[in-house]
């Protein structure tokens, strides 16, 4: 048996000074006080807050964009998540054209099967809707698979509103949740275009050519199609004022709408991009935005507004970002996170947010939207014991000199948080002890189950 003695227990809607009890990497008792017998291990917690193990819901890891692949695969991403806290992932596989389902899943677990650091699932990206895929769905969720995404941007990728419509009338029949990238692709290729006809080409340039309109009016395209067909839809990596405010909204007419952020869109504004050279490491989408945007997105945060923060995960070295030297469509859209992410959230608003509903946004809310809950994202008996030990009064300063992520550089560079991760627990292990890695953790897949998802 282990026993965290002294710790601070954040659960879902309070925390408390108890002792806790793993068993057979469960977590068995909850008391007061639980002394120890012979041969128990005991992790001292006492100051510390035991948070439940945080859950990464939006990844792109050993993903190859057509012209070059991440630099994180699923054996570095999830060494890094891990020491990060991170004891849960869902990466994204995507359909290629004229691909089944099928195919797909297998290719992405044959990258990440018994190379995963930690637990690991999948959304799965439909780009090809067909009545052969519509027939596939029934065996995505026998796989664990409750959860798909579709893009409204990049011509390879996206889908029509008629197939987001019907793919979203058979997940309300079968209990899938549906996130969106919302951006208008029609007016990114045309600001893409426009931006380089003006002769911009420089970094910035990818901010101008998809401003929050792009994003706006894909948001409300998206809710109304989800209207329609009565069905709860997510949107992914939101990033902007305008697009929150088609949100309220939607959700002050009765519509129950997810939100999803990330930490790019609460710590950066658009300034990053001024830079010719540096500001290619800042390029994805949607873009960084104004300082008003990201003012606004963290008020949402606080206000709860928001359902879920992600990382959005997708990285590229500094050699790999060089590639749109001169031409920023060429640059690889994305950034790295995945290990930094619970540090940024927790200590950006430590003390503006109680510290349950800092665990909802890390880790319970997701659970319960992708079909995990109560096995993981929370605290309580009989959940599985993948937690994370936070030091509130403890100092990081993130650097690319000593992260974990195969980047060599990190967009928070020199960020001073308050607070950092001393210890993670992965079914009841003991895997990160002092921020260090201890032993060959191995995470397993989430087979994850269907959730409500109509209006």
Sequence with gaps: ????????????????????????????????SIEPGPGDQVIDAAGLMVFPGFIDAHTHLDMDNGVTVTADDFASGTLAALLGGTTSIIDFATQARGESLSQTLDKWNAQADGRCLCHYGCHMSVTDWNEAVKGELPAMFEKGISSFKVYM????????????????????ILGGLLGVHCENGDLV??????????????????????????????????????????????????????????????????????????????????SCYKDPEAGRNYVCSPPVRSEADRAALAEAVKSGEIDTISTDHCSYTLAQKAMGRGDFSRIPNGLP?????????????????????????????????YGMYPKKGAIREGSDA????????????????????????????????????????????????KGRLVGTPKGSYLLRKAVDVSL
């Design 153 to 172: 941007a990049y011509d390879h990728l996206r889908v029509r509103d008629r197939d987001l419509f019907e793919l979203l009338l058979e997940l309300r």
């Design 1 to 32: 048996m282990t026993i965290i003695k002294n710790g601070n227990l954040v659960t879902e809607d309070k925390v408390i000074r108890e002792d806790l009890a793993i068993v057979k990497g469960k977590i068995a008792r909850m008391a007061p």
């Design 189 to 270: 290729n045309a600001g893409i275009q426009r931006q380089k006809e003006q002769g911009r080409l420089d970094p910035l340039a990818h901010a101008l050519s998809r401003p929050p309109l792009v994003e706006a009016e894909a948001v409300h395209r998206l809710l109304a199609i989800a209207k329609f067909a009565g069905c709860v839809v997510n949107v992914v990596h939101l990033s902007s004022a305008l697009g929150m405010e088609e949100i309220r909204r939607a959700r002050a007419a009765g519509q129950r709408v997810l939100v999803e952020t990330c930490p790019q869109y609460l710590l950066l504004e658009d």
């Design 337 to 369: 996170g995945i290990e930094h992410r619970p540090i940024a959230i927790l200590g950006s608003f430590w003390g503006a947010l109680p510290a349950p509903a800092l665990a909802r946004l890390l880790a319970g809310n997701a659970a319960r939207l």
């Design 386 to 433: 993948d937690l994370a030990v936070y030091d509130p009064d403890a100092c990081t300063v993130i650097s690319a000199k000593t992260q974990h992520m195969k980047t060599d550089y990190n967009p928070y560079e020199g960020m001073t948080l308050k607070g950092a991760v001393r210890d993670v627990l992965l079914m009841g292990d003991h895997v990160v002890q």
